[in-house]
């Protein structure tokens, strides 16, 4: 059955399928690194969607989105989101290391993203004019702008990796598809 999520194990995390069940609740998180790049994160968006359902709480959402994406993908150091507080980027739910609080609009990798609400794929985040590093181990970025359907901007959802050229337009393509999820679940909040 298709619940809520109100359990997460690590012991479960690179198990082979997802499945929510009541009583107790579990959930586990298919890494399926084997498929290729499109239909893992086509596998990927079809898990949030369960993940994400029957909870409106946006930032419960957003811890859940961080930690299934931060554990669903190799080498990654850091997924989490920036919210836009109406003047600038603030930290938002993440998995990894403590991060920069707050980012203006143009700032940044992140700063970028919001302000052309385009998605920016960095293959090498020391070759980023402006890039702000908060975690050294960081070498490739890619940040996706959250925009809602009536044109509020969001936030950005920001993926940092210790690989160098880890990101590449498939990853955007499903990134954008993932945040999409996100963004359908936080409606209530963002209209
Ligand atoms: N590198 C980002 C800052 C956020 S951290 O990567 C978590 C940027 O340049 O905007």
Redesign the pocket.
């Known amino acids: 059955m298709i619940g809520k999520v109100a359990c997460f194990t690590l012991d479960n995390l690179f198990a082979s399928f997802i499945a929510f069940n009541h009583g107790p609740s579990m959930f586990e998180v298919s890494s399926a690194s084997h498929l290729p790049k499109a239909a893992h994160y086509e596998e990927l968006v079809a898990q949030a969607r369960a993940l994400l359902a029957d909870e409106t709480d946006w930032i419960a959402n957003a811890a859940n989105f961080s930690s299934f994406v931060f554990h669903s993908l190799s080498d990654l150091n ?1 997924a ?1 989101f ?1 919210f836009h507080d109406g003047r600038e980027l603030v ?1 938002g739910p ?1 998995q ?1 290391k403590p ?2 609080v707050r ?1 203006a609009l143009g ?6 993203a919001a302000q052309t609400r385009k998605t920016q794929i960095v293959r090498d ?1 020391h070759a ?1 004019p ?6 050294s181990a ?1 070498q490739s ?1 890619i ?1 996706v702008p959250l925009v809602a359907p009536d044109g509020t901007l969001i936030g950005v959802w ?1 993926v ?1 990796s210790p690989v160098l050229a880890r990101f590449d337009e498939e990853d955007a393509k499903g990134m954008e598809a993932l945040c999409a999820v996100f963004i359908e679940a936080a409606l209530p909040r963002a209209s």
């Open positions: 850091w989490g920036y930290v993440f990894g991060a920069c980012i700032k940044g990798v992140c700063g970028t985040v980023f402006g890039h702000i590093a908060c975690d960081s970025e940040v920001d940092d």
